[in-house]
């Protein structure tokens, strides 16, 4: 298993400013791929909050960490800053890093100068590499401490997802290598949550490495009504359709006899 | 100033499943009664999670934890296992908590057995105390440790506010005091973030106390769009407004001198 932890930094997603929905796309992909994030840290605007967080971070040896959010302009983006005291290394200027700001701004016709905002998003904790970012200004960067690898991306969500996909995920799938998933969400009515729960704890107990989840959506017109997330991963194909087939038979006989139904079902088996 | 840490728990936030509504609603509920999140922990649904998360989180004393997530009747729901795994106390079976699920129950209309999965959701914390929960069966639970309060709350979102707006709230503002707030979101057109981002370190240096965020939104039609965010908290009305517009003047300022305008505003003054 490859792991991979996420620290959100912005003031913003503290105070009810912004929904982290960097976590939600990261977390998405990652599972997709196969794999999913281990933690979530949120942490203000603050050399602090930024560099003991990362260090907490650190300190469980994860193979991935995703810092997301503080590269702009401002001086409240200081995310660089943060992660170079946290790692105990210097701030230096990257010539790289200001080529590719002048070569984005160029390429959507803006002049370019080297003003103070756009050299402070060209220094780099060092050792740290300037990643390219195809849709905004500030460039992503990658950096490595023990057997980590540290990825810095814009809190802009477009920008993330630019610099995460042509770089970050390329070396997850890497050291992941090929994982085969089958999944499935069904739509259940008639039954409560309390009522099946002892039937996914013996779905656990026949395969503990699968992620079987239940939700609770509420009373409709009366009836008790679910949703029941089923995902097995495995690296062999038929380990995973075969496993993946076994628990959603098994659920969907309880349910059944139970007295639920299966109102619907999106079902991805490969 | 009054801390508050929110561990987050549930392997749905963390593979893209749910998006964490539930931390954007807590910090701005928050912030509206005048202080703010310090930090969001997301784990997965593990013993080992909970409970290291837990502790990393109070080894930096804060006044109050708001746990999310994990308290209902499936055997992913370990929440409340994982609290006192890592407070390193017992878990009782506790009449009240299930005296609160049977009134819940009965009120919904719902004939009540005690069921294992009921008396699941009835095992707390040793020094856990059951908090009613008006929309739902599993009840919240407050614990202390040390000099912090520890609010664990279901994660269905109006489960998780009913009990939040009942018991946390109160007891928060109680610590807090009457505090005042002033605010504006200002949206600018014809002005780049990294033209402001002199004179927002320039009002930062004036009153480092004030929360002063832009957002990029893009070009509109060509022309650069910010949003600008100017909030200032103080336990004294005067102070907070005479804070407030001093700096929403000098930036408005700014923004006229470099060309920009300020296409609208939402303001707040108390």
Redo the contacts between chains.
Sequence with gaps: MVSVVNLAVG???????????N??????????MGT?????????DSLD?ISS?LN?LLSRRPDFVIVVGGL?????DMTLKGIARGLGVRLRFDEAALRLIKEHLESVGRTFEA????KKMATLPEGGVPLANQV??APGVRLTAGSSVIFCLPG?PREMRDIFSNFAEKEIRDKLGVMHISKVTMKLTGIY??????S??EA?KMHPEA??????RGLKGGVPTLEL?ITVVSKKAAKARATYAELSEFLSRRVADLGGSIASKRESVK
Tied chains: 1, 2.
Excluded: C, Q
């Design positions: 003031k913003e997603l503290l105070i009810g400013r912004t929904v982290n929905s976590a939600l796309w990261i977390g998405g992909r990652l599972y997709r999913m994030l281990d933690r979530v840290l949120t942490v203000t909050e967080g907490e702009g302009p401002t001086p409240d003003t103070p905002a756009r905004g200004t802009v949550e309390a009522s099946l729960a002892p996914i704890a656990f992620y079987i989840k239940s939700h609770p997330d």
